[in-house]
């Protein structure tokens, strides 16, 4: 146990006191500090910009340009000069653009925009946007009804409530908390692909390069291969939880210090719609995660000859990572495909779709909790089979593809 | 007997590593494994820390299996330099000794003497993979011996090593043996090996060719090496009977004898000539011993 501990604080101290680690934190802070003051930030940016001028010519006799506003970005401007008179000014640059705004044989309102230069891909969602609003507001006004009237269809919305009819089943989620956790599994997705991506390279490094270094064998003559192999999982495991209370510390801290603490009530909007099952579920499938791929990358490094091998021998992991992520992204515009069900089942895809099937569809819970016990099983039945050859793996020095060097290392364990 | 190996076999699928390999080391008593690269003596090495199993035959210590000994009683120094390159050379060396159970206070003190003595008092914060090969080796070895092992394992400790610093490790594992240490060591340098070794054990893929004192091995052949110097010819000497080669070193012939009893004829024979200014008469060199056991020369 004292060796466990030593070899265990050895591993997470020396990671956490290395340069690239901490660099790679407060890059990653800052990332966050960014996207928080991004209001302030493209403020500074932008604050210089003129708004873009937008002459209306308004030939519909229906006063349509009136209901066009002005906005920090675009300023319309009524105008009764002739077309051809704007599209002169706009040519000298005197104006960026002119709409004009006709109506055609059934009186509906049609606009059409002059401009020098194409516009960029922002101001004309802009225009089109206040256009199909205007042209809303022009055909309600068109129907004679009252200002009142007018802002009720404007503003109206419905909420579908379901109701269940079989029994034992719950009632489903409304839209809006399925798509909070749509979005909280995203973040979840996100958060273990990345962690997952990195530490799974950092273990199978350190641990490559003990064996290349020969540390490997002094170490293991002192102690049991098991105890090196699980101080060097969980060193592994403490640093990346080291650096997630970091990055999600910082990152609440943040949201209450900028921006008046708008963010911290989004987050806590967001958080108060989760259910406990969810967060428990989200916890340990991210936790589950983390261990699985750092057992892989332990064995990994252990079965390759060199620090330069590393690469190669985790590429197909790293892939099996991506094609998790990916069918997690899928989820966000559709969480009920098969592709998703099925993917939620998979131990290593598992933890980036499960929480996402969670929060997002009305299945049972007893599914996540299968899922769960699957990667749980996978977990224990890689480490037993490790322990079968992670001695003769670190002794072993050959060439050739990971399964012969399995075998060989089972081989040399006996 | 405090370490032995009896009938030890080593055997990978189709591939026979060590066969059939006996030895015995007392008590600070130095022994070389010597062979050459794939002779074996890695995976005897690892079978005597019980990182490898032996297919048969055991090894004990003190009458009972190795396994029994304590493995914080052990020392190894591996061929390859077994350190991290980013740790102070003070913090390594904390590290090993820890590793062996040893408590920081204590070791802090050793730690210092060590470095004092291998001249590496100035290094001590420094990275180690900023020192020359040579002071990592130094470090590596003080690693090794740091929690005074009763049983210390060098695989190739002097490559590397300047004469200078190879003295000086030479007299630290000459002052261990005489605390009591068991040492077991391997080196392609054989002045190293006849310098240091009480007993010693030839490897030739797996088999021993000869294990026990090195005088033993020399009797085997006897004193056959003699060096002459003196107004003799090349051809003269080479026709003397009993006389296996000649070669001309400098103003100094070296003739190998069929047997040392054709000494005496070739010195009365010679000395009907008058004056010879030297006449030496010694057994075959370890290295030469070496190489035609092992390389299978002269056999």
């Not at chain 1, 209001?39 to 604050?47: G, K, R, V």
């Not at chain 1, 891909?121 to 206040?130: A, F, I, K, V, Y």
Request: with cysteine; proline share 3%.
């Amino acid at each position: 146990m004292n060796k466990f501990i030593l070899l265990f604080s050895q591993s997470y101290t020396n990671k956490l006191k290395a340069k690239s680690f901490l660099i790679t934190t407060l890059i990653m802070l800052a990332g966050i500090a960014c996207f928080f003051m991004w209001p302030t930030i493209s403020s500074w940016f932008s604050s210089d910009d003129k708004p873009m001028t937008v002459a209306v010519s308004d030939q519909t006799n229906a006063q349509a340009a009136t209901y066009f506003h002005s906005s920090k970005q675009i300023k319309f401007t009524p105008t009764t000069r002739s077309v051809h008179q704007e599209e002169q000014r706009i040519v000298k640059g005197k104006t960026d653009a002119l709409l004009v705004l006709s109506l055609d044989q059934k009186g509906a309102l049609q606009a059409e925009l002059k401009t020098k230069n194409p516009l960029q891909l922002t101001d004309q969602q802009m225009l089109e946007e206040q256009t199909r609003a205007a042209n809303q507001l022009f055909t309600i006004q068109q129907l004679n009804l009252s200002a009142e009237q007018a802002q009720k269809i404007m503003n109206q919305k419905i909420e579908l409530h379901q109701k269940v009819l079989t029994k034992n089943a719950e009632n489903g989620k409304t839209s809006g908390q399925k798509s909070t956790a749509t979005l909280v599994s995203y973040a979840v997705a996100f958060i273990i692909y990345l962690f997952v991506l990195s530490y799974l390279s950092i273990i199978s490094s350190e641990i490559a390069a003990e064996k290349d270094s020969r540390i490997m064998e002094i170490i293991i003559s002192s102690t049991s291969p098991v105890t090196h192999l699980l101080s060097r999982v969980f060193g592994t495991l403490a640093l990346a939880m080291t650096q997630f209370i970091v990055l999600i510390g910082g990152a609440l801290l943040m949201a209450r210090a900028f921006q008046d603490g708008k963010y911290w009530d989004m987050v806590s909007t967001l958080l108060s719609e989760l259910t406990l099952g969810y967060t428990v579920f989200a916890i340990l499938f991210f936790f589950l995660a983390c261990l699985l791929y750092t057992l892989v990358g332990a064995v990994l490094g252990s079965l390759v000859n060199k620090v330069q091998d590393v690469g190669q021998a985790v590429m197909p992991v790293t892939m099996l990572l991506m094609v998790g992520f990916f069918i997690a992204i899928s989820g966000m515009s559709n969480p009920d495909t098969m592709l998703i069900k099925i993917f939620s089942y998979v131990p290593f895809t598992a933890s980036m779709i499960m929480p996402m099937r969670i929060g997002a569809t009305d299945m049972a819970l007893w599914q996540a909790f299968v899922s769960l016990v699957f990667l749980v099983l996978t977990i224990i039945g890689l480490f037993l089979f490790s322990l079968r050859f992670y001695r003769g793996s670190v002794l072993t020095y050959s060439n050739g593809s990971i399964i012969k060097k399995i075998k060989q290392a089972i081989l040399l364990s006996k | 007997m405090t370490l032995s190996a009896e009938h030890l076999t080593k055997r990978f699928q189709n591939f026979l590593a060590v066969d059939h390999l006996s030895f015995k080391v007392e008590e600070g008593e130095i022994f070389g494994l010597i062979g050459q690269n794939g002779a074996g003596k890695t995976t005897t090495f690892r079978m005597i820390l019980s990182l490898l199993a032996p297919t048969s035959g055991k090894i004990n210590w003190r009458d009972h299996s190795i396994r029994g000994l304590e493995r914080d009683q052990i020392g190894y120094l591996p061929e390859e330099r077994g350190l991290y390159p980013k740790m102070p050379v003070e913090d390594q060396l904390m590290f090993f000794g820890q590793l062996r159970s040893w408590p920081k206070k204590v070791l802090k003190k050793e730690i210092s003497e060590w470095l004092e003595r291998f001249d590496l008092i100035e290094k001590r914060k420094v990275l180690t993979e900023t020192l020359s090969k040579g002071n990592q080796q130094k470090v590596q070895l003080i690693a090794s011996l740091i929690h005074k092992p009763r049983l210390l394992i060098l695989d190739e400790p002097f490559s590397g090593l300047d004469p200078v610093n190879a003295g000086l490790l030479k007299d630290a594992v000459v002052s261990l043996k005489k605390e009591g240490t068991v040492i077991i060591f391997s080196s392609h340098r054989m002045d190293h090996v006849e310098e240091l070794c009480d007993h010693i054990c030839l490897l030739k893929k797996g088999k021993s060719l000869f294990s026990g004192a090195i005088l033993d091995l020399k009797k085997q052949y006897g004193k056959i090496n003699l060096t002459i110097r003196g107004p003799y010819d090349k051809t003269e000497l080479a026709a003397l009977p009993g006389v296996q080669s000649v070669t001309k070193e400098k103003e100094m012939y070296r003739l190998r004898l069929h047997h040392e009893h054709d000494a005496r004829p070739i010195f009365q024979t010679l000395a009907k000539n008058g004056f010879i200014e030297r006449f030496s008469l010694d057994y075959l060199s370890l290295e030469e011993l070496f190489t035609r056991k092992v390389a299978g020369k002269g056999e």
